[in-house]
């Protein structure tokens, strides 16, 4: 009889194991690293409430505070007085007019976008937002350097009035191959670029690691060369934007070192869409995870 086992059955066994391994191995380290459930205070953790949809915001605020979280992402002014009440903040303030499709490269666009700034970042000020979003708007046919002229445009009428409040307006980049199709702002040189014409300490941007790995990759060395430009962080798994663990191609704690290294000082937001039955507990990973 013979007992050797068969080649191919072996090498399929050793690499069930191998995956096994590095799908529990940010866990087991995460799980590891804050045994005592403190933080290590060196990232300023928040997370996005739009990606937790079966849960109220104040299931999301109180898991939030139980791990040791600061902020809750992308809420509106009405939501300030629910996560005050949890001892949080609201990192970032939605709300422009026009959305993520119609923003700041189109000109018509300017004057409802303006008096949305001028309203609610006074707001902000009061409420302890330190950010308040918006979007470059889709190219439909536009010139990118139209664009940037454009969107300088809008945002140089918007930045005195960030600099008096002293809250900081922040452009998000989206990736336009899977995403969001032609939006404009999906590359961290037109950003930066965008942020140099506009001269202004109170215009960033807002770094999407998740949609910048699809546009650009290169992600640790361009935080390196771009952080003074980048005003907030957004996490999220490639591919399929779901939890930030070994199932994904990005290594998160090396970029969150990243971040520390470079003096930011702001918030890191989670914004991956959970696909564990437990959500809520794939947030608290992910905190762990980021918690360098």
Not at 7 to 30: D, F, V, Y
Not at 211 to 228: A, L, S
């Amino acid at each position: 009889m013979n007992n050797e086992i068969p080649r191919r059955s072996l090498l399929k066994t050793m690499a069930s194991g191998a995956a096994l391994a590095a799908t529990s191995g940010l866990a087991a380290q995460a799980a590891h690293h804050n045994s005592n459930g403190t933080l290590k205070g060196n990232i300023h953790h928040s997370v996005c409430k739009w990606c937790y949809k079966n849960q109220t915001l104040e299931e999301v605020c109180q898991k939030a505070k139980d791990i040791g979280m600061e902020a809750i992402d992308l809420l509106g002014v009405e939501d300030y007085p629910t996560v005050k009440r949890f001892g949080l903040t609201c990192s970032t303030t939605k709300g422009v007019p026009g959305g993520i499709k119609k923003g700041l490269n189109r000109i018509e666009n300017h004057d409802a976008i303006v008096e949305f700034f001028a309203h609610t970042l006074p707001l902000a000020k009061d409420g302890g937002s330190p950010n308040v979003i918006c979007f470059s708007g889709n190219r439909e046919g536009m010139d990118p350097e139209q664009g940037l002229e454009n969107c300088a445009i809008g945002l140089k009428r918007i930045a005195p009035i960030a600099e008096r409040y002293g809250v900081t307006v922040i452009m998000e980049q989206l990736n336009s191959k899977r995403n969001h199709a032609d939006y404009m702002c999906d590359n961290s040189p037109w950003g930066v670029e965008l942020c140099d014409r506009v001269g202004s300490e109170r215009f960033k941007l807002l770094y999407d690691i998740y949609h910048m790995q699809i546009m650009e990759g290169d992600v640790i060395d361009t935080i390196k060369e771009f952080h003074p430009y980048f005003g907030h962080y957004h996490t999220g798994g490639v591919p399929g934007r779901h939890e930030i663990d070994d199932t994904q191609e990005l290594f998160y704690p090396a970029i969150m070192r990243a971040i520390v290294e470079t003096g930011y000082k702001g918030y890191v937001a989670q914004e991956f869409i959970p696909a564990s039955d437990d959500p809520l507990n794939s947030l608290e990973l992910a905190v762990k995870i980021c918690d360098v």
